[in-house]
Each structure stands twice: as C-alpha cells, then as structure tokens.
C-alpha cells in the first residue's frame, strides 16, 4: 500500500509515521509537502502530529489551507482513506472533513502519557483489525484534545457508530479518571459519517514497537492494511 | 482604518482558561467577579477606504479562518 504522509512546517511525528509504515510494516510511505497540490498515487493519507503554524490563531486553524489540503479533501469525497493523528485530528476538524473541535485541555495541562483506549465499533477501516474487547494502550501528548461538538451532533455521532474510541481505566471503563483531556464521553477518536476518513488524539506511531514499550498502535495502521 | 475583532469561546463550551482566570482573580480578593471568558483579540488595518466593503471582508475572514464557528463566536467594529 501507498501512504503519503503530510508535512507542514511545525509538523513533527510525520518522519515516525513514515518509520513505522516503511521498516516496522514493510509498506510504501513519503512524505508530502503541504505546497505539494497532488497526492499522487497515494492509496491512503497519513496526516501526522505535531505544531503545524506553531499552533498560531488554533491549532489546525492555519494548516488546513496549505494546497495539500484541498487534495485531500477531494480524495477523501472519492472515499480514500485518511488518518489523523493528533495534531492532524485537530486539522481534519478544522477543515470540516471530521466533526467537533479540539479545545484546550481541561485541566490547562499538556498530558503526555500512555493511556487505555476502548474501540466501540470494529466497523471501519480503522478499527478492523481491532481484537474483540482488546484495549489498546497507546501514548497522548497534546495540550489541546478536549474533544468538543454540540449535543446534536454528538448524539449523531453515537447513532452512526462514528466513535471509534475511548479514554478508559485499565477495566475498560470510561471514567472521569481515565479522560486526560475532559473530551465529551471520553471520545479519543471518531471518523466521518462516510467512515472513510477518521481522527484520535493518542499516538499509534509511538507505540508500534517492543523496543518503545508497546505495540498495540499497530492494531490502527493493520486495520488500514487490511483489505 | 482599522478593523478590531474580538473572539470568544461559545457559551456552552468548556473554558477552563477562563475559570482559572476567575478562580486566580477571587483568590486574590477581587471583589464582585463573576465568570470570566478568556479569548482573542486582533486589529487588523484595512487598506480598502469602503468601511462597508471592509465589513464583509471581515466578517468571511472571521467565519472562514479567524474563529471557528463550532467553538468560538466573534464581533467586530471598522474604524
């Protein structure tokens, strides 16, 4: 599979992203440019963490009108496959290709640490490869993924399954406890009502290998993989 | 002329900037404060002399890139 990996200035999980896909996956994986205005022949879009703009006016706000963008927006409405991984989460929302927003936290602290996540659907090119009632532990570091929507769209997001995961505690539960960041319902990601296009604020590419203390972001990019 | 555009979170959103705000300001014996909203402030001078042209520039700009509707409201004043 062909994965192109978005590069904007301030980004800065994009050359592990590649890492992972390339030399843990054995996959195809470049990196793409924000002024780049073709995906080529990507088969699917990474879009990585980071501080793109340093984080200037909201995070998102600015990257999300660099040229690459409008090729994504139009790969993703011929249904391609696009994953973004916190700071490309909080970009994905900001251009209206996922919904909500993602809010400062609510404790005003940057959290960096591992944390459960609970996949309630297994029903996305996402999630997949997800075992049944697996958690997934994987790492968060952002100071701005309070997952915010108004009641409407949340409840549509419940109805259409579109939460893909949750912060729980080490039971599967999602408590107060467990939410690092005072997202509404502990949501850690969701995808679009077409389920072509999703977004969670932990990290996969982070903990994709034994030598980095788990491999259960593996389960996310395998889900992608699997046709 | 200038345009002077405030931004502030939605009332239904969480603002956890502002209740530390609020929290700091009673905690230091202020009196009389009620909740607090911390939020943005841009001037932006404005080359086009038509202050009616300017307001609808202004206003796309604000709904486009400079707040985030699903987050934040603004207003502004040309002057």
Redesign the interface.
């Known amino acids: 599979m062909n994965f192109a990996v978005l590069q904007f200035p301030g980004s800065n999980c994009d050359q592990d992203v590649v890492h992972v896909l390339k030399n843990v996956l054995g996959h195809s994986a470049r990196l793409l440019w924000h002024k780049e205005n073709s995906l080529g022949d990507a088969d699917a879009v990474i879009v990585p963490g980071g501080f793109s703009y340093g984080d200037y ?2 995070t998102g ?2 990257a999300r ?1 660099s040229p690459v963008m409008a090729a994504v927006t139009e790969f993703a409405a011929k249904g391609g496959l696009v994953l973004g991984i916190c700071n490309g989460f909080q970009i994905l ?2 251009a209206g290709l996922l919904p ?2 993602l ?6 602290q940057f959290r960096c640490e591992n944390v459960y996540l609970k996949t309630l659907t297994r029903n996305s090119p996402f999630t997949r490869s997800v075992p049944e009632d697996k958690l997934i532990r994987i790492p968060v570091a952002h100071g701005e993924g ?1 997952y ?3 009641a409407a769209t949340i409840s549509g997001l419940k109805a259409n399954s579109q939460i893909l995961w949750q912060y729980v505690n080490a039971e599967g539960q999602a408590t107060e406890m467990a939410n690092p960041n ?1 997202s509404i319902e502990n949501i850690a990601g969701v995808c679009n009502r077409a389920r072509n296009v999703a977004g969670l604020m932990p990290h996969p590419e982070r903990a994709s290998e034994s030598i980095l203390g788990g491999v259960d972001g593996r389960l996310i990019f395998q889900s992608i993989l699997e046709k | 002329m200038k345009a002077k555009i405030v931004i502030l ?1 939605k009332k ?3 603002d ?2 502002g209740k ?1 705000v609020q929290g700091a300001l009673k905690h230091m014996g202020f009196e009389g404060i009620g909740s607090v909203h911390v939020g ?1 402030y841009l001037e932006i001078e404005l080359e086009n002399g038509d202050p009616e042209k300017a307001r609808q520039v202004i206003d796309q700009a604000c709904h486009k ?2 707040s ?1 509707p ?2 934040e409201d603004y207003r502004f004043v040309i002057e």
Request: hydrophobic share 50%.
């Open positions: 006016l909201r706000a600015i009108f929302c900001e909500g927003a809010i400062r936290n609510r404790s005003l309070c915010f929507a108004d005072g | 979170p239904a959103v969480l956890p900037q530390t943005k890139i400079l985030n699903v987050i």
